[in-house]
């Protein structure tokens, strides 16, 4: 079932060269601090915000989109069964 997404202003796109950091918000969410390497320098171009759930679906569409089976992360988890 694919779900209607709305863009009702235009989202600006950002390249992304790496993870700079991931910060563990401590509710369930994890911030994400996204750099780009612009002349040089590291800078940080976006923070994003995002619930545990849905890093685990996402890393599990990352996955199928460049062609992996995998299982999402579940089982990488220190201490998970």
């Keep these: ?8 202003a ?3 796109e950002f390249f992304i060269s790496g993870t ?3 910060d ?11 750099f780009a390497r612009i002349a040089g320098e590291q800078i940080i171009r976006v923070k994003l915000i995002i619930a545990t759930p849905n890093i685990y679906n ?3 569409q990352t996955m ?3 062609g992996y089976k995998c299982c999402g992360g579940q089982r990488t988890k220190v201490g998970m069964n």
């Design 20 to 22: 700079a950091y991931i």
């Design 1 to 8: 079932m694919q779900h209607l997404l709305v863009e009702p």
């Design 58 to 60: 996402s890393m599990q």
């Design 64 to 66: 199928t989109h460049l």
């Design 10 to 12: 235009v989202v600006p």
């Design 24 to 34: 563990d918000l401590g509710d369930g969410n994890h911030r994400f601090a996204m």
